[in-house]
């Protein structure tokens, strides 16, 4: 039932229509202060107004919300509703197997199957299955796509399946581009309308994402943020995300970027700053006089890193410069004079002088902003470019074997040998020097660095010698920054210089460009900027999220022996937001990220052992030295292509039949009816285990005995180590396994591909290929020891199922940021379904920490300044946790008791809210909805 205590629903006239809205300035009263509130908090404040319903929204929570206390911690509880759900079908699939399962299990307990359907509008854009295999030739693109739906034609099917039997489920086909680039420019309303009752209900738009990267959409001053997949579920299914108040940073912007400074340059900045002074769970918002120089596509930027920092969102108000990206995006002039008027009449739109109360504050002069990268394995380790060769060379030694020799850089005449004067390469230039005198040239060392030098034949005879920090991968890739003409520009106007002085790529850079939407190769075209692009060797690959998420497919096959067999620490550079170790590919250890132009940069350079300010990145056709500056393009020269290449026809021509997809699309056979008929043989997409045996009642809860460690872990272990989204090694549990069903190792796909199938994903957790685990010293990869045996490596997926055999409950042990990194529900649900029924850490990542609850473990936490290694934790030893079945009288212990042979501690619960504590009582959320929905 509908409750209004405030009265504030209210008539808005735009134009000629008009609209129902809960006006914010209706909440008055004793110590309640909306005006000042933040601009994030008051979308909240809106949201609960419109939920009123005296039940689980009543009119304290709106007080308590309009009321907020900055400086308190937070403590209280509120329901939000978001207007909307975003998916990727990495994450997207594994969502829609649960709906399907959900139905069949609605049916067996006596329910109706049909009320298992989306509430709120939820839409998926297919981006994350394109592996760039081909690369650098015409027809790249094609191929790519063409292998996309050889691999992953059974996925698709089943998602025509879900489009068909879903109301209010939409799917944006494969080939168009990355979900969050699609979302800002298409998918986001900024103010949402619904039909109710006779009338058009205007509110702000808001959503959550199976994609921790969903906050690119703050950058349009749409509040959203990432969350697992079964948490994005139950919002499909009408449940309001459970949530504390939060704090709220503001950031307070002034000033302007430099010259040669980009957003890319900014939001490294910004992730710096935001990580040391720590905002993990935290809201995050920016304001001041600088915020009008901040361009849409780097605000977006800016908020598509919020994950990177730690924050649940990093948002920008509306202002003009909102309607303006509206207007150049195609969106209709009726939404954008809504949009104007709404934020006006609430007090959304952005007044540059007005400062709202916030919990804690930051400041940044955007001109002190200078050109960075980060790496080589953490996006918040910024290196400032200048600098970028000495924390290279200071970072190398940790990647390299005791094998390798110091040099100086200067030509080793030794190597003469692989090159004997009556036999010279076959590409020796007309200076009379080989590729490998050049090239050398083009990297040199000024102090004593590590050094292995392979030489490298390629199939055209090309030759040549890498060393370690070898850019072997450049990849212009990512929502983070392909949906930012000015960087995208940029990097063309580079390319288009570089090529017209006479500068080539390196031939062991596998160079990818990979845009976010048809809209940027739509402007390349039109700029005339493609054929330069080309000639460096960056083909389309395909428009969606390659080697950010590990799709960067294999390296030149040659260069991936040469790596492999000499143990090489070679490099990637991509213009993405994520470097996390063994992400990028399996071959390269050392990965950077930098803005599209560096992406260039770097590869005509070939190593990451380069000066970029002093050193030259190759000769041009007279022999002179090029170096960068010689071929940066000036931010005039970057807006005048902008302004005579982009408009908003560009957008809407793309975007006119996004739904509808190309043949391939349209001609895959759909499957029927509402329940799905799942195929036994089925290596991608099975029926999910985890409502098998479910009651209609829960078990109460109860303490943990008995229990083992299956992993002991050091800090920032991220849902990649957890839960990888790349390639499949042959002789894993998981290609083991595929290869018992039939399947040819050059057809296993990725782990991301595949997360319909819990047989895979079980097998998966914990596979990662750099996961270190303590309790099996040594090793690299998925192993642990089972500690009921003899205590011999195995498997992690060997040794739960030794573990559940006998019945024993599993313990995890890790550090500090346990799960940073992707929003990735099987990170969770693999680790329930080895059994693990604890993980014990120094502190969480918030989504992650979510995810547990939601899928039935329980995370706790070492007493504050504590951690295994301070209590004389091994691993060994055997675990009681006590004190657990305080839930079953409906509170939420502070703490328990946890015993370990001996060594006694009370961790910290970290069930943060009475709704994360019915999850786990009800064993997780999905049985959670499922039995509310029987009601």
């Not at 890193?305 to 990093?314: D, L, Q």
């Not at 410069?321 to 104007?340: C, D, F, H, K, N």
């Not at 980060?374 to 470019?385: H, I, M």
């Not at 590409?427 to 292995?452: E, F, I, K, M, V």
Request: net charge negative; aromatic share 8%; glycine share 10%.
């Amino acid at each position: 039932m509908s409750v209004d205590s405030f009265q504030s629903k209210q008539s808005l006239k735009v134009g000629d229509d008009s609209y129902e809205i809960y006006r914010l300035d209706q909440v008055t009263g004793d110590g309640l202060d909306v005006a000042s509130l933040p601009f994030s908090l008051k979308v909240l404040l809106e949201a609960l107004l419109r939920t009123e319903d005296g039940a689980n929204i009543t009119k304290a929570d709106i007080e308590a919300l309009a009321g907020w206390d900055a400086s308190a911690d937070p403590s209280k509880e509120i329901q939000f509703t978001p207007a909307r759900v975003i998916m990727q079908d990495f994450t997207g699939v594994p969502c829609v197997v649960d709906l399907a399962t959900m139905r069949e299990a609605m049916a067996d307990l006596g329910g109706d199957p049909s009320r298992i359907n989306p509430l709120a509008p939820a839409e998926m854009v297919i981006d994350h299955s394109v592996i760039a295999d081909v690369f650098g030739t015409p027809d790249a693109f094609e191929r790519n796509v063409e292998i996309e739906y050889e691999r992953n034609g059974e996925r698709y099917k089943f998602l025509r399946w879900g489009q068909g039997a879903f109301d209010d489920f939409k799917v944006v086909p494969p080939g168009t581009g990355i979900v969050h680039q699609v979302n800002i420019e298409h998918l986001a309303r900024v103010v949402f309308t619904k039909d109710a009752d006779g009338s058009t209900v205007a509110y702000p738009d808001s959503c959550v994402g199976t994609d921790s990267h969903t906050t690119m959409v703050n950058g349009l001053g749409v509040v959203g943020w990432g969350v697992g997949g079964i948490e994005a579920e139950a919002a499909m299914l009408g449940q309001p995300i459970s949530m504390l108040i939060p704090r709220v940073v503001g950031f307070k912007l002034s000033g302007e970027l430099p010259e040669g400074a980009t957003a890319t340059d900014l939001v490294l900045t910004i992730t710096e700053m935001l990580r040391e002074h720590g905002v993990v769970g935290k809201f995050v918002e920016f304001y001041g006089s600088g915020v009008g120089a901040v361009p849409l596509a780097n605000r977006a930027t800016i908020g598509n890193m919020s994950p990177e920092y730690g924050s649940t969102i990093a948002v920008f108000p509306i202002d003009e410069e909102t309607t303006t990206y509206m207007e150049l995006t195609g969106r209709s002039p009726e939404q954008i004079a809504l949009v104007e008027a709404y934020a006006k009449a609430q007090g959304l739109w952005h007044d540059p002088e007005a400062e709202p109360r916030y919990s804690e504050y930051l400041e940044l002069d955007l001109s002190t902003v200078v050109p960075s990268i980060a790496g080589p394995k953490r996006p918040q380790d910024r290196v400032a470019l200048a600098d970028a060769k000495t924390g290279f060379r200071g970072a190398l030694s940790a990647y390299v074997t005791d094998g390798a020799e110091t040099v100086n850089g200067e030509w080793d005449e030794s190597l003469e040998e692989s090159f004997p004067a009556s036999d010279p390469p076959a590409n020796t230039d007309a200076h009379g020097q080989t590729p490998a005198r050049d090239y050398l040239s083009c990297a040199p060392a000024d102090g004593g660095r590590p050094s292995n030098p392979q030489r490298v034949r390629l199939e055209d005879g090309t030759e040549f010698e890498i060393d370690h920090g070898a850019v072997t991968i450049a990849a212009i890739t990512s929502c983070t920054n392909t949906s930012n003409p000015s960087v995208m520009i940029g990097a063309a106007l580079l390319a288009k210089n570089a090529v017209e002085k006479g500068l080539e790529r390196k031939p062991w850079v596998k160079t990818t460009l990979a845009p976010g939407s048809k809209v940027v190769t739509d402007y390349y075209e039109k700029s005339g900027l493609t054929p330069y692009l080309e000639k460096l060797g960056f083909y389309l690959v395909g428009y969606g999220c390659t080697t950010c998420i590990g799709n960067s497919g294999p390296l030149i096959p040659e260069v991936s022996a040469a790596v492999n067999e000499a143990d090489l620490a070679v490099t990637s550079v991509l213009s993405g937001n994520r470097n996390f170790e063994g992400r990028i590919n399996p071959d390269v250890k050392m990965n950077y990220l930098a803005s599209p132009p560096l992406v260039i940069a770097y590869a005509l350079a070939g190593s990451m052992d380069v000066d970029l300010f002093n050193d030259p990145l190759g000769q041009d056709s007279d022999g002179n030295d090029v170096y960068m500056r010689d071929i940066w393009p000036s931010p005039s020269e970057v807006e005048r292509v902008i302004a005579s290449s982009i408009d908003a026809d560009t957008f809407s021509s793309e975007y006119a039949d996004v739904f509808a997809g190309d043949e391939r699309w349209q001609n895959l056979p759909t499957p029927e009816g509402d329940v799905f008929e799942w195929d036994e043989d089925s290596t991608y997409v099975r029926k999910a285990p985890y409502f098998d045996g479910m009651g209609l009642e829960p078990e109460p809860v109860t303490d943990i005995s008995g229990a083992r460690v299956l992993l002991k872990l050091g800090d920032s272990v991220t849902t990649d180590h957890i839960s990888p989204a790349g390639a499949i090694k042959k002789d894993s549990p998981a290609g083991r396994y595929l290869s018992e069903h039939g399947v040819n190792p050059r057809d296993f796909n990725s782990y991301g591909s595949r997360r319909g199938n819990h047989e895979v994903m079980i097998r998966g957790t914990f596979a990662n290929i750099r996961l270190r685990n303590q309790l099996a010293p040594g090793t690299e990869g998925g192993f642990t020891r089972d500690l009921l045996g003899d205590g011999e490596v195995a498997t992690v997926f060997e040794a739960s199922e030794a573990y559940a055999e006998a019945g024993v409950p599993l313990v995890v042990l890790a550090g500090k940021e346990y799960g940073s990194g992707s929003s990735r529900d099987w990170a969770a649900k693999g680790t329930a379904l080895l059994g693990v029924k604890v993980v014990i850490a120094e502190s969480y990542e918030r989504i992650h920490r979510s995810n547990l609850i939601g899928m039935g473990v329980l995370p706790l936490q070492f007493p504050e300044g504590e951690n295994a290694e301070s209590l004389g934790l091994s691993g060994e030893e055997t675990f009681e946790v006590t004190g657990v079945t305080a839930l079953n009288d409906g509170d939420i212990p502070r703490t328990v008791t946890v015993t370990a042979d001996g060594v006694e501690f009370e961790a910290v619960v970290r069930i943060d809210t009475p709704g994360e504590a019915s999850y786990y009582r009800n064993g997780g959320i999905m049985p959670y909805v499922l039995r509310s929905l029987l009601d």
